[in-house]
């Protein structure tokens, strides 16, 4: 992905803020596709990621955005109010042209704009599959998003040999799945697989 590529978060950032709309409230506690998080670290996790893209898109840098991946913060009392906000306040942030140029940091991990920009839309297209699928919701990301998640899970499958992917080992799926089936695959999930 170039720094001249860019394309807007927002629409993938409000589908999961519609999702967050959508869980109920005695979900929190139930499972996810992503082993390591209930729903409620799920919401957590979404919660401190978006506000970490948000600041490496405005190269606010600081503990949001040195903090490594690891266990899901706690999730905010305020959470159906604070998440959506933030999910937009990060789509907001990435829509500035100077987001995509030169370096910033997430997860403690120096990069170009553009490469945070997707990993970014990853973030947000794979969770955002693993909040749908956790509490049977429908689940249609943004094209661009899905493109940009796709893109950058495939070049880091690539560099490991094609076996290893951000999250686990790839999954491997049909070639004729849809996009979306070799994203999720891609990201060490079975795409047919219910938590």
Known sequence: ????????????????????????????????????????????HLAGLAVAFGDA???????????PPGGAPP??????????RALGELAEAWRDPAAWTGMTRAGGVDLPGAVAAAVAADELVVHGWDLARATGQ????????????????????????GGQGVFGPVVPVPEDASLLDRTVGLSGRDPGLTP
């Open 75 to 84: 999730l905010p009392g305020d959470w159906r109010e604070r998440l959506p």
């Open 138 to 161: 429908e689940y249609a990301p943004d094209a661009a998003a899905l493109a940009a998640s796709h893109g950058f899970l495939l070049a880091v499958a690539e560099e490991s040999g």
């Open 1 to 44: 992905m170039t720094g001249t590529t860019t394309f807007d978060l927002g629409p993938q950032a409000a589908l999961v803020a519609r999702l967050v709309s959508g869980v109920p409230d005695g979900a929190l506690a139930g499972p996810t596709p992503c082993p390591a998080y209930a729903v409620g670290d799920l919401l957590g």
């Open 57 to 67: 898109a405005r190269k606010d840098l600081g503990p949001t955005t040195d903090t």
